[in-house]
């Protein structure tokens, strides 16, 4: 079971970006879908989750800007970022609670994302 996140690159301050994250293998269930991202120096923080019901969590500092989604028939996350800032520079992780087996902690390579001045 794998992640593959896909959507980073560079854009100015107050654009916007799609990451996507889809999950393969063989994959019963995907519970709780996520983002998280680490800036240069800091520690990785989680920005966005959603669970397998639609629940959605977003850190403070991105609520009102990002917006999570999942398609669970794609087994695929979105974060879609709108009115970017620098400060949301960093490069993003997904990760997926999949049931397959056992219950696996699955991340996805990150994906940068560059905001400029």
């Known amino acids: 079971v794998q992640l593959q996140a896909s959507g980073g690159g560079l854009v100015q301050a107050g654009g916007s970006l799609r990451l996507s994250c889809a999950a393969s293998?063989?994959?019963?269930?995907?519970?709780?879908m996520g983002w998280y991202r680490q800036a240069p120096g800091k520690q990785r923080e989680l920005v966005a989750s959603?669970?397998?019901?639609?629940?959605?969590n977003y850190a403070d500092s991105v609520m009102g800007r990002f917006t999570i989604s999942r398609d669970n028939a794609k087994n695929t996350v979105y974060l879609q970022m709108n009115s970017l800032k620098p400060e949301d520079t960093a490069v993003y992780y997904c990760?997926?609670?999949?049931?397959?087996?056992?219950?696996?902690?699955?991340w996805g390579q990150g994906t940068l994302v560059t905001v400029s001045s």
């Open positions: 990760k997926s609670t999949i049931r397959t087996i056992t219950y696996l902690e699955v």
């Open positions: 293998g063989i994959i019963l269930s995907i519970n709780v």
């Open positions: 959603i669970t397998s019901g639609g629940s959605t």
